[in-house]
């Protein structure tokens, strides 16, 4: 009998489009050779075009989702996404903290890509005291750094993307990378930052349109790379090049954003006129 893949866990609201979430999460861990362990934490009203109403579930069948399949299974990583109220947030510390050997990757959901208000300024206060200390990788996009590094001295004007970073390994986390989707720039530019600054700057070319669930694939997809047994820094990039070639191959099913293809690597390449003329001469 042939051993089993490595186990993530994956902390994450349903999202019945499928294109972010733990759906999001289930199909990047699989693609990439993981078997996802989903923990349901809300169930969401949305399409690809944004989010209309959020019911969170009672903590207390979160913590006993995750503690149920931890019992059970052997998991190598933790992978946090969207999270519902405080009082989940509250319970998911409180699982994580009995497994601190476990590497976390923590992607803050704050708000969807329309907008729409995800966690309210409670839920980003106990994410910054409860999982950040906790988190071995923490994913914002720049919107979500600025929001999560806010600070009271900051009345004179925006800190730059660096100072965010640094605060939010202040809080506790060992690894920050702020993705640029949301920066005014020609190319994407991410950059990952350790405790002793900046560790590699990637750029990626921007494409056209906008994306559902571009960053729980690329967080799914950190945590796939750790769970392999890559090292961070090659895995936060590797991660990267999985997420931008299944933005490149994506699609849209409805009438909103693109959905990333997190199976691009299996749909066959149409054959040439050569190639099938070949093909039959061979035949």
Not at 37 to 54: C, E, K, S, Y
Not at 84 to 94: C, P, R
Not at 98 to 121: C, K, M, T
Request: proline share 6%; glycine share 8%; net charge negative.
């Amino acid at each position: 009998m042939s051993q089993p893949p490595p186990i993530v866990l994956s902390f994450a609201a349903s999202d019945s489009s499928g294109g972010a979430g733990i759906q999001a999460d289930i199909l990047t861990l699989a693609s990439m050779g993981c078997h996802p362990l989903p923990v349901i934490t809300a169930i969401t009203v949305q399409d690809t075009a944004g989010v209309d109403d959020v019911m969170a579930l009672d903590p207390e069948w979160v913590a006993d989702q995750a503690r149920a399949v931890l019992e059970d299974m052997p998991v190598h990583v933790f992978k946090i996404g969207m999270l519902g109220s405080v009082e989940i947030i509250t319970a998911i510390a409180e699982v994580i903290s009995d497994y601190p050997n476990i590497p976390l990757v923590l992607d803050p959901v704050l708000a969807s890509g329309r907008g729409d208000e995800l966690a309210s300024e409670d839920m980003v206060a106990a994410m910054r005291e409860l999982l950040l200390p906790q988190a071995t990788i923490v994913t914002p996009n720049s919107m979500e750094a600025r929001r999560l590094a806010q600070d009271d001295e900051d009345d004179d004007g925006t800190p730059p993307l660096s100072q965010c970073a640094v605060r939010l390994l202040h809080m506790g986390c060992q690894y920050v990378l702020i993705t640029g989707t949301h920066e005014n720039t020609s190319q994407v530019i991410n950059n990952l930052y350790g405790t002793d600054g900046l560790i590699r700057t990637d750029s990626w070319q921007r494409l056209a349109g906008s994306y559902h669930g571009s960053g729980c694939t690329l967080a799914s997809a950190i945590a796939a790379t750790l769970a392999n047994g890559l090292s961070l820094a090659e895995g936060v990039y590797e991660a990267q090049e999985y997420t931008w070639q299944s933005l490149k191959s994506g699609f849209r099913p409805g009438m909103g954003q693109y959905l990333p293809d997190r199976l691009f690597w299996a749909r066959e390449e149409p054959a040439a006129d050569g190639d099938k003329a070949n093909d039959a001469t061979a035949n």
